[in-house]
């Protein structure tokens, strides 16, 4: 069986040291903003909730609205690094815009059947 076109693929020597060399300061910065507060928000239960978050955020990635990728997956990715960091400030962060991406999805999910009806009740009428 052939390998994975993603797997023939590479990355030059030159091109994965420039990727590091600019990406460095952004993580550098993000390692000192993290620290060890507010525990009860980063501990077990905490994780089981903001794991529920991510799996109805992962169903909003999936829909097909144009741009509507990007505020679940910076959602996901600050409750994330507050839980590696053990940081219950990012956690709550990312869960406050993970709540308010997905009220905003359902919004326009909700929204695109409206028009849907009217259109299609416009169309037959």
Known sequence: MAAPLIAQRSVSRATFTALVRRVTPALAW???MLRPRLQSLAGE???RIVGG???LLSLVLVLP???GNMLPALAISLAM???LGRDGLWVAVGGLVGIVSFVIAVGVVYAM????IFL??????
């Not at 299609?120 to 009428?125: D, F, K, P």
């Open 30 to 32: 993000l390692e000192r």
């Open 45 to 47: 239960v905490a994780q």
């Open 53 to 55: 978050l991510c799996l």
């Open 65 to 67: 609205v144009p741009l």
């Open 81 to 83: 690094l507050g839980l």
């Open 113 to 116: 059947i409206k028009a849907t």
């Open 120 to 125: 299609l009740s416009r169309a037959l009428a």
